[in-house]
């Protein structure tokens, strides 16, 4: 279990969270840059780096004010995910959509998991982001 701080705008709360993937190890990214492809059959890449992508595992949020908490941060134009160790300026992988799962299809088990990218664009992977690894 891990202890993680979700902030929008004003507000923050923390979260003992079953699993958080992707924040602190290269488990999944999404590369950032161009693929050509050319007539005579060479492919050429140009990237410029490359997104983390993070799963957030609530597990079962029992009360209301944590589901709702999870739900103004879900409309927030401004996120934040903190661990003792580091930031991230997330956004939502799928902008559209959020479903969460109930648990034995139990209307008050509802497991939360969150599938967020990180806006910032990075070179390495950052143990321990800053500023400057940020492009």
């Known amino acids: ?3 993680v701080v979700l902030q929008h705008d004003a507000s923050a709360r923390s979260f003992v969270v079953l699993n958080l993937r992707g924040f602190d190890e290269p488990d999944e990214i999404r590369l950032v840059g161009v693929q050509h492809g050319y ?3 060479i492919v050429e890449e140009q990237l410029r780096g490359f997104k983390r992508v993070m799963t957030v595992d ?3 949020l029992a009360t209301q004010l944590d589901r709702l908490f999870v739900l103004n941060f879900l409309k927030s134009a401004n996120r934040q995910i903190r661990t003792a160790s580091q930031l ?3 956004a939502l992988e799928d902008p559209e959509r959020f479903t ?3 648990v034995e299809d139990i209307q008050h088990g509802s497991r939360f998991i969150l ?3 990180d806006q910032g664009v990075y070179r390495v992977f950052p143990t321990i982001a800053t500023e400057t ?3």
Do not use: C, K, Y
């Open 39 to 41: 007539r005579n059959g």
């Open 58 to 60: 609530f597990g079962v």
């Open 1 to 3: 279990m891990t202890p």
């Open 133 to 135: 690894d940020i492009m």
């Open 115 to 117: 599938r967020l990218i």
């Open 88 to 90: 991230a300026h997330v």
């Open 100 to 102: 969460n799962a109930w």
